[in-house]
């Protein structure tokens, strides 16, 4: 190991939403926070020093994104992913899930219907319904800890007022990738029924097995042309605070018609220091992701032992990607409001509870393990704990 994920950084004092936020939004002292998906490890020196040597220059005026910063998105998408995106491909968001409401705006009319394969990353709802959407499920189904798309619900549910479906892939939460027969299913009935696909990988860099991941748009051109891909250097490299996506889009006409969403809502200009930080992620990060990837993968290995062996009642869901472990808690035999309230004031850890992922996620919750070995250790402790001073 090259690096020291082990070392605790005291975050708290740092405006961080995960640390400072968690006590207003919980309504609780003394959390343990391992919810919101960023990590509390520091990102590559490079992208610091990047971040410095901006600094240094000491003028933060209006900002376009170099050459250099798209070279180090295609670069990245091909050696990681397989995927060869073209330049002009390459549109603009600060986060992804101001790309989600953006394609919703525009590629989309109110009362239009959008589906999305809960439990799933809440704000997928949340972005159809605040835009006056409406939301259909298509509920992935729990095959004995191993999810998969339901095709037949899938067709059930659409009709002439379906007009996008959003991917979650790799899919959050459950932290799993797709897998090409069922991506290509999906995409042939979406091309079907003149659904347009918007797949947030956001997560894809997050894989345990390298080249898993299957970007969508890459199994077709027919695919490429009927979808957009959220991607960002976000979750990859513990940047979201730097708000700096890349909206990869092959099809000139849904390209034009989400810049003139960007233009409509005057966001296409980014932060100082966003492109800077992800050309060096992108140019430099690769060693320090992939042992990320493995100090994460050692956390979950130590929490699925551990549950095994002390807590058998909590049951740790295999993970393929992400660093988000997704952990059963039905057996507990608690209602959601009841588990909810456990994990708080019981064990005193902020956790995201599966009901907010939508049907499916009820029983569940979600552990962020991107954190030193210590912390999750405390961690599963307090659980432990807790559920011991359960009346039996
Ligand atoms: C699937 C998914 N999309 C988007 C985001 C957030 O993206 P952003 O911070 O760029 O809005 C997250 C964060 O956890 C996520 O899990």
Redesign the pocket.
Do not use: E, F, R
């Given at each position: 190991m090259n690096f020291n994920f082990d070392t605790v950084i005291d975050r708290m004092k740092s405006s961080s939403v995960k640390w400072d936020g968690a006590e207003a939004l919980f309504g609780e002292k003394d959390l343990l926070p391992l919810w919101?998906?960023d990590m509390d490890f520091k990102v590559p020196e490079e992208v610091s020093q990047a971040i410095a040597d901006k600094a240094a220059h000491g003028i933060f005026g209006y900002t376009i994104r170099d050459d250099s910063y798209y070279q180090s998105i295609i670069d990245w998408m091909k050696t990681r992913h397989d995927w060869t995106v073209e330049k002009d491909w390459i549109c603009h968001?600060?986060?992804?899930?101001?790309?989600?409401s953006l394609a919703v705006q525009a590629y989309t009319q109110p009362g239009d219907k959008i589906i999305v394969q809960p439990p799933v990353?809440y704000?997928f709802m949340k972005v159809t319904e605040t835009n006056d959407r409406e939301v259909v499920f298509n509920p992935i189904v729990n095959n004995h800890g191993t999810y998969e798309m339901d095709f037949e619900d899938l067709l059930s549910k659409i009709d002439s007022s379906v007009k996008m479906l959003m991917l979650?892939n790799p899919h959050?939460p459950g932290g799993f990738v797709w897998k090409k027969e069922d991506l290509k299913r999906l995409g042939d009935i979406c091309m079907e029924h003149r659904i347009l696909v918007v797949s947030?990988e956001?997560?894809s860099d997050l894989v345990f097995e390298k080249g898993s991941h299957i970007p969508f748009a890459s199994l077709s051109e027919q695919f490429a042309e009927n979808s957009i891909t959220?991607t960002?250097p976000?979750?990859t490299f513990n940047l979201?605070g730097l708000?700096t996506?890349n909206i990869i889009i092959p099809n000139e006409e849904l390209r034009e018609k989400f810049n003139a969403e960007t233009e409509r809502n005057a966001i296409g200009m980014p932060n100082s220091f966003g492109p800077v930080a992800t050309e060096a992620a992108y140019t430099h990060g690769g060693p320090w992701l992939d042992e990320v990837l493995s100090y994460v993968e050692g956390n979950l290995k130590f929490v699925k032992n551990y549950f095994a062996e002390n807590v058998p009642s909590l049951k740790v869901l295999p993970l393929e990607a992400?660093y988000l472990a997704w952990i059963d808690c039905t057996e507990l035999g608690m209602t959601a409001e009841e588990l909810e309230m456990f994990f708080l004031t019981k064990a005193h850890v902020a956790l995201n509870q599966g009901k907010v992922f939508g049907p499916g996620g009820e029983g569940f919750v979600r552990m962020n393990l991107a954190c030193s070995r210590s912390i999750v250790e405390r961690a599963v402790k307090q659980i432990e704990n807790a559920i011991d001073s359960l009346p039996v």
């Open positions: 919101v998906a968001s600060p986060g992804v899930v101001t790309a989600l990353y704000p979650c959050n947030d956001i997560h959220c960002a976000s979750k979201a708000q996506s992400t």
